[in-house]
């Protein structure tokens, strides 16, 4: 539901995101570490990810761009730290796809380490397609839908309700649906717009997003309760279930249900529900 970017070179902000209730972490080399601070960034995120201490939450790192000078060295760093996955930024090609995956060949990487692609281009949205349809051969595992650097490049303005960008973000969703990944909605800047942010939280939701990067914090909170499904929807879903799992529907595509028409493929919306809330269950236990 909620990953959150944490500045590589705060060292006091990599100790502190032991204790905060994300869902996963984004340690970051990029935007947040300045260019003389990248080799400590590099060096403290190595050993917070060596000294583990994050419980369930998935740990990500952030490298630098393809056509920066430090992005060979935080590979290197990442294969041996061996987090759950690094978040490759500005990808535009399955070309750059294959940079990173020949590199983490190269050092021979564990294969538990995945891919994750920053979508923030337009070249990359563009080519979501094709970049999906490579994710078996790169360790590809989801997109994140970058709205600020597309705004920069594209000159789309960033608006409340972003009507501007839904066809964009649709055809990423799309892309990565149709190959199996994940994909998670970009952060919100203004994080002091609590409203705001609830209401992007809840279309970036609406829209089919798994979940929200975030920039504060504070967004953690918000951005959970909206991405995590209500109690009244998972005991809907534990009810489909049941129905189609009595003798007399075994057989049948489509039964009655709550005064309500329920399909099989309705059976497969309740099983995700479902396996999210035991996820998140599975997330506050000791």
């Not at 209730?21 to 340690?27: K, N, Q, S």
């Not at 891919?115 to 337009?122: G, Y």
């Not at 809907?236 to 009595?246: G, L, M, Q, S």
């Not at 099983?271 to 997330?283: E, G, H, L, N």
Request: negative net charge; proline residues 5%.
């Amino acid at each position: 539901r909620s990953l959150l970017f944490m500045p590589g070179s705060n060292a006091r902000a990599l100790e502190k995101a032991r204790n905060l209730h994300a869902d996963g972490l984004i340690l970051d080399l990029e935007d947040s570490v300045a260019p003389d601070a990248k080799a400590v960034a590099r060096d403290q995120i190595a050993a917070a990810v060596a000294a583990k201490g994050f419980g369930k939450r998935e740990v990500l790192i952030r490298i630098n761009a393809l056509d920066s000078p430090w992005w060979i060295d935080d590979v290197a760093m990442a294969g041996k730290a061996r987090p759950d996955g690094i978040l490759v930024p500005k990808i535009s090609s399955v070309e750059d796809l294959n940079i990173i995956a020949d590199r983490l060949s190269d050092i021979n990487a564990d294969m538990s380490i995945r891919v994750w692609a920053m979508i923030e281009t337009s070249r990359a949205v563009l080519h979501a397609e094709q970049l999906a349809a490579a994710a078996r051969e790169v360790r590809l595992a989801g997109f994140v839908f970058g709205p600020n650097d597309i705004s920069r490049e594209t000159r789309i303005r960033m608006l409340p309700g972003r009507a501007a960008m839904i066809p964009m973000i649709t055809h990423c969703i799309l892309a990565s649906r149709a190959h199996g990944l994940e994909i998670l909605d970009g952060p919100y800047s203004d994080f002091s717009n609590v409203d705001g942010f609830g209401q992007e939280c809840a279309q970036g939701r609406d829209l089919g997003f798994d979940g929200k990067t975030l920039i504060h914090p504070g967004q953690i909170e918000a951005c959970n309760a909206i991405f995590t499904p209500p109690a009244e929807e998972v005991a809907h879903a534990r009810r489909i279930i049941a129905a189609f799992e009595r003798p007399e529907n075994a057989a049948r595509g489509a039964i009655s249900l709550d005064g309500q028409m329920v399909e099989r493929l309705h059976a497969d919306m309740a099983k995700r529900t479902i396996a999210i809330s035991d996820a998140i269950a599975a997330m506050a236990q000791p």
